[in-house]
């Protein structure tokens, strides 16, 4: 079927047969190998890069040379899964919008590069994006990695290019007591209490700025402790997800004043990002995290995608197929700039 980019590739049956496969983040195995034999059947060179026993990233390019440019996006999603339908000039469905939908604007944009007779692209398409970032972190270990110039990750954008992203500080705070009869609470040492004086404080901290990604900022996600209504608590802790805008060894330092009244403990790190951009395109500062922190190898990065944030994620999650249609045209032209830059 023929777009109306000038390619050969189905956007919107793409799309849903995408959509249409549960890969969920730890699923993504069936998604991988369709994906795979579908760029196939489409002509491309295509390698398999094996990040466990049942999962893969899919790597292709139309001959199988080191590609200058890649396209990069992820293809597991969140849970719950449901398939996909349209309405409205609409693709709904789990993934239809991060990032299912965009991964077949770039195959779409690839496609048409590819008719164009531009070989030097490729699309790297990874597993566990929303959940550890597996994927990237595999195929930052490609040897094509080091050869490659520009990434252009796909997340919903709007279709304006990712001035800069948030990073990520993941912490536990964790306190300790000790059990007493509620009766007689000046028998223990309340944990809980520790805990809620911690976290009434750290809305008071002037935590650190950025004069293009704003404030940091955090959410107190989880928050357990105790053991039963009648017991001063022994134990409490709170999970906190920073939105961090500078080195998050400014934030841990922070955090640890207020040790050993808690512990801190780090789970996840993600650093902030500053990304390249092209004339002729709306450019924003995005809050969120992707996988460009791990795919550092493969050139200076770019953030684009059709797709609002906004619906990624819900129960109403969609991508509209005029939005996406002129995302393939829009990759196709960021890809045409950024070999030129290449020389």
């Not at 270990?141 to 279709?159: F, K, M, Q, S, V």
């Not at 109403?316 to 830059?341: G, K, M, N, T, W």
């Amino acid at each position: 079927m023929e777009s109306a980019n000038n390619g050969t590739v189905d956007l919107v049956g793409l799309t849903r047969a995408l959509v249409d496969i549960d890969s969920t983040t730890g699923r993504e195995g069936a998604a991988a190998a369709f994906l795979s034999r579908r760029l196939q059947e489409l002509g491309f060179v295509v390698d398999e890069q094996q990040v466990d026993d049942h999962r893969f990233n899919v790597f292709a390019t139309p001959t199988g040379e080191q590609p200058t440019v890649v396209f990069s996006t992820h293809f597991d999603c969140v849970p719950p899964f449901f398939a996909s339908r349209v309405e409205h000039g609409r693709i709904y469905g789990r993934g239809s919008c991060d990032a299912k939908g965009i991964l077949a604007a770039q195959v779409a944009a690839a496609d048409v590069l590819r008719n164009e007779g531009e070989t030097r692209i490729g699309m790297l398409f990874v597993v566990s994006e929303e959940r550890g970032s597996e994927g990237a972190k595999r195929a930052n270990l490609d040897p094509r990695a080091g050869g490659c110039r520009y990434l252009i990750n796909g997340e919903p954008t709007d279709r304006r290019l990712g001035l800069a992203t948030r990073g990520i500080q993941r912490v536990v705070l964790k306190a300790t007591g000790r059990a007493a009869h509620s009766s007689f609470p000046e028998l223990g040492e309340s944990a809980i209490d520790k805990l809620i004086d911690v976290l009434m404080e750290l809305r008071r901290v002037d935590w650190p700025a950025d004069p293009l990604l704003g404030k940091t900022h955090y959410s107190v996600g989880l928050i357990s402790g105790g053991v039963a209504p009648n017991v001063v608590s022994p134990m409490a802790q709170a999970e906190l997800m920073f939105r961090t805008v500078s080195d998050a060894a400014l934030v841990m330092d922070i955090l640890r004043r207020f040790e050993p009244r808690v512990l801190i403990e780090p789970i996840l790190e993600v650093p902030p990002v500053k990304m390249a951009t092209v004339d002729g395109f709306d450019a924003a500062v995005f809050p969120y995290t992707t996988d460009v922190p791990f795919l550092r190898k493969w050139g200076q990065p770019l953030l684009f995608g059709p797709g609002s944030i906004h619906v990624a994620h819900t129960s109403d999650e969609f991508i509209a197929i005029d939005e996406q249609h002129a995302a393939v045209a829009d990759y196709a032209a960021l890809a045409r700039e950024l070999v030129a830059r290449a020389g």
